[in-house]
C-alpha cells in the first residue's frame, strides 16, 4: 500500500458525509418527482450496457465433451511413433471422483499420477512425470481407481514443450479434441471457487445421475442447467444463465425503485448503482447459486411492496410464486421469507389499530359505524390468512417438493407417480435432515471467509481466483462497492430513524427497507459457521434502496447534482475495480497503489 490509496477511501467517506450533511441542512422545497417515458428507455439503456459488460469475457465456449468412462480394471493405452521422453501432462477432469495413473507399458512404473478428487472436476490441470522426463518410452497406458471418473482429454508434451502426437490410442476420446488444449489452466476454461459443486451437479441432473453436492435445494442448479442444455458443458455454458439472471436483476431493480419512490431520476440513480455494483456483477458470473435466490428475492419484495399499497391479491401472490421459486433454490431466501412476515403483520397491526379508532362521524352513529369497522376488518383479515396459506406455505412447500424430481429420477423414478411414492418423500425428507445438520455443523476455515460484522464494512473481501505472473496479477474479488457498502449502511441508519418515527411522520418506506435488509443480515449474527462476504449479496438490494430513499430526501430539497455525483462515483469506481472483478490481468504495482485501499483486501 502507498500513501496514494488512502486518498481514495477517504474521499468516498467525505462524499458520504457531505450528502448526509446536505441532507440535515437543505431545506425541502415544492420539487415534484417526474415520471415518463424517459425513465423507462434509461433503464434499458442501463440494462444493455451492463448486459454487453457482464456477457464480456464470461468464459471459454468451447471445452472437451467426449469423455472416457472405463469400466472396472479397464485399461486405454497409448503408442507412439517412437520412443518418446515425456516432460509434461495436461488433463481435462470431468464429472466424477477417482484418481488417473499414467503407467510405462514396459516396466509397469507409475509414471505420474492425475488426481480427480471432488475440488478436480471440470478443470485443467498440469503434472509432471516422475522421472523427469529423463527416461523414454514407447507406450503408456491409463488406469483408473475409483468409479464414475470421467477424462475428458490428456495431452502429453516433451522436455522441450512441444505436443506429441501418438502413433494411436486405444479410446479415442482420450485425445480427440488435442486442439481445445489450452496453454494453462484459467478461470477462462475451467471451474472455480464453488463451480466445482454447481456446475458439476447441474450436468448430473442432465444425465439422470445421482447428484454430488447436495447442500442445497435443486431449483438453482436446474435453472443453470439450462445454459448448459444450450451451449454445452463449457465455462461458458454453465456460468450463462446466473449472467443473464443478473442481467434481468436490473430491469426488476428499476421497477422496484420505482414504484418506492415515483421518480424516474431516482430510480435510474438506484438501478445504476445496483447493476454496477461489484458483488452484483462478480457474483452473477460465477456458476452458483446466490444469483438465483437474489433476484427472486427482488422480485417477491417488489410484488409484497405493490400489495401494501394498492392491496391486489394478485400481488400478494406473485409475491408467494417468488418466495416459492427462492425457498426451493436456497435457503437463504427463507429469512427473506421471514421478512415478508414481519411486513405482512405490520401491515395488519397498522390496519388493526386503525379499525379500532373511532370514525369522525357524530357521537350517535360512532359506536356502530366502529364495530362495522372492527366486523370488515377481522373478515378482511381471516380471508386474507386463508390466502397467504395457501400463496406462502401450500405453493411453496409443492414447489419445493417437486424441484427434488431429478433426485427421484436418478434413482429409476419416472411419471407423476413418483411423487406419491415412500422412496421419493423418503428422499426428500432425508435430504432436508442433511442440509440442517451440514450447515449446522459445517466447521472449516478458509483464509478469506469472514464474519457477518465485517461485511457491513468491507473488511475482507473474498477472492475467488488469483493467479501470479511475472509483475502482473489476475484476481476475482467479491465485494460490495464502497460507495453502496459504505454510504448504503449510513443510508440503512437514516431509514431507522424514519420507520421508528411515531404517526403521520413515519416512512413505510423505511420500515419495508430496514425489514427488508435485517431480515437478510440477523440470521448471519447467529450463525457460528463459517461466512463469507457473499453472503452479504442480498442485503445490497437493501443498501441500494436505503441510498435511494436518501437521494429522494436530496431530491426535495433540490439537491439532485449530489445525487449525479453519488451515482457517477460509484460507477467509475466500478470502472476502476473492474480488472479485480472480471480476471483482467494487471500490474501488480496498479493493483497495491489504487486497488488495495484497506490492509485487509487481498488484491
Not at 111 to 132: I, N
Not at 584 to 595: G, I, Q, Y
Amino acid at each position: 500500500m502507498s500513501a496514494l490509496t488512502f486518498v481514495f477511501p477517504i474521499a468516498v467517506i467525505l462524499m458520504i458525509g457531505f450528502l448526509l450533511l446536505h441532507l440535515e441542512l437543505a431545506k425541502k422545497t415544492a420539487i415534484q418527482p417526474r415520471r415518463g417515458r424517459f425513465g423507462a428507455v434509461g433503464a434499458l439503456l442501463i440494462t444493455a450496457v451492463y448486459g454487453v459488460t457482464a456477457f464480456i469475457g464470461l468464459g471459454d465456449r468451447v471445452a472437451p465433451q467426449t469423455f472416457y468412462v472405463p469400466v472396472a480394471g479397464e485399461r486405454a493405452t497409448i503408442t507412439f511413433q517412437q520412443p518418446e521422453r515425456i516432460g509434461r501432462v495436461m488433463f481435462y477432469a470431468g464429472i466424477g471422483t477417482g484418481s488417473w495413473t499414467v503407467v510405462r507399458d514396459d516396466t509397469g512404473e507409475t509414471l505420474c499420477t492425475l488426481p480427480q478428487e471432488y475440488k478436480d472436476v471440470l478443470k485443467w490441470y498440469e503434472t509432471a512425470p516422475e522421472d523427469g522426463g529423463e527416461t523414454s518410452v514407447s507406450s503408456v497406458s491409463i488406469l483408473c481407481s475409483g468409479t464414475g471418473a470421467q477424462l475428458g482429454e490428456i495431452a502429453l508434451y516433451r522436455p522441450d514443450g512441444t505436443r506429441i502426437v501418438p502413433q494411436h490410442v486405444t479410446n479415442d476420446a482420450l485425445m480427440d479434441e488435442q486442439a481445445l488444449v489450452p496453454a494453462e489452466s484459467t478461470y477462462c476454461n475451467s471451474t472455480y471457487f464453488d463451480e466445482i459443486y454447481h456446475a458439476r451437479t447441474a450436468q448430473e441432473h442432465l444425465t439422470n445421475l445421482r447428484p454430488y453436492e447436495v447442500s442445497h435445494p435443486p431449483l438453482g442448479k436446474l435453472i443453470l442447467s439450462i445454459g448448459i442444455t444450450i451451449f454445452g458443458l463449457t465455462p461458458f455454458g454453465w456460468r450463462f444463465m446466473g449472467t443473464l439472471f443478473g442481467v434481468l436483476m436490473v430491469p426488476v431493480m428499476w421497477r422496484l425503485a420505482g414504484e418506492l419512490f415515483e421518480d424516474d431520476r431516482i430510480a435510474l440513480c438506484a438501478t445504476a448503482i445496483f447493476a454496477f455494483d461489484f458483488m452484483h456483477f462478480t457474483q452473477t458470473r460465477i456458476a452458483t447459486i446466490d444469483t438465483y435466490a437474489v433476484f427472486f428475492i427482488l422480485l417477491m419484495y417488489l410484488f409484497m411492496w405493490l400489495w401494501l399499497r394498492d392491496g391486489r391479491a394478485r400481488d400478494l401472490g406473485l409475491s408467494g410464486l417468488f418466495f416459492a421459486l427462492g425457498a426451493a433454490s436456497k435457503w437463504t431466501c427463507l429469512y427473506a421469507g421471514a421478512g415478508l412476515g414481519v411486513l405482512w403483520l405490520v401491515h395488519w397491526i397498522i390496519a388493526g389499530v386503525r379499525a379500532h379508532t373511532a370514525p369522525k362521524i357524530s357521537l350517535k352513529k360512532q359506536p356502530e359505524a366502529l364495530s362495522a369497522q372492527k366486523s370488515a376488518y377481522y373478515r378482511a383479515l381471516g380471508k386474507n390468512i386463508l390466502f397467504c396459506l395457501g400463496a406462502f406455505v401450500a405453493l411453496p412447500a409443492l414447489v419445493y417438493y417437486l424441484s427434488y424430481t431429478p433426485y427421484g429420477t436418478a434413482r429409476g423414478l419416472h411419471g407423476v407417480g413418483m411423487y406419491f411414492t415412500k422412496e421419493y418423500f423418503t428422499t426428500v425428507v432425508e435430504n432436508q435432515k442433511f442440509m440442517f445438520t451440514y450447515h449446522a455443523g459445517l466447521v472449516s476455515t478458509h483464509p478469506y471467509s469472514a464474519p457477518w460484522w465485517k461485511w457491513l464494512l468491507d473488511i475482507r473481501p473474498i477472492l475467488y481466483y488469483l493467479r501470479y505472473g511475472e509483475g502482473t496479477v489476475t484476481s476475482i474479488a467479491a465485494f460490495v462497492n464502497p460507495v453502496l457498502c459504505w454510504g448504503g449502511l449510513a443510508a440503512v441508519i437514516v431509514c431507522a430513524v424514519r420507520a421508528l418515527r411515531r404517526g403521520e411522520k413515519r416512512d413505510m418506506r423505511a420500515v419495508f427497507i430496514v425489514i427488508g435488509y435485517l431480515a437478510q443480515l440477523l440470521p448471519w449474527v447467529f450463525i457460528s459457521r463459517i461466512t463469507f462476504e457473499y453472503h452479504y449479496f442480498a442485503c445490497t438490494v437493501f443498501l441500494t434502496l436505503a441510498l435511494a430513499l436518501l437521494f429522494d430526501e436530496l431530491r426535495q430539497r433540490g439537491q439532485m447534482r449530489l445525487v449525479y455525483a453519488c451515482t457517477g462515483t460509484s460507477v467509475a469506481l466500478f470502472a476502476l475495480f473492474y480488472p479485480a472483478l472480471a480476471g483482467v490481468e494487471v500490474s501488480r504495482s496498479f493493483s497495491t497503489h489504487f486497488l488495495k485501499w484497506l490492509p485487509s483486501w487481498p488484491l
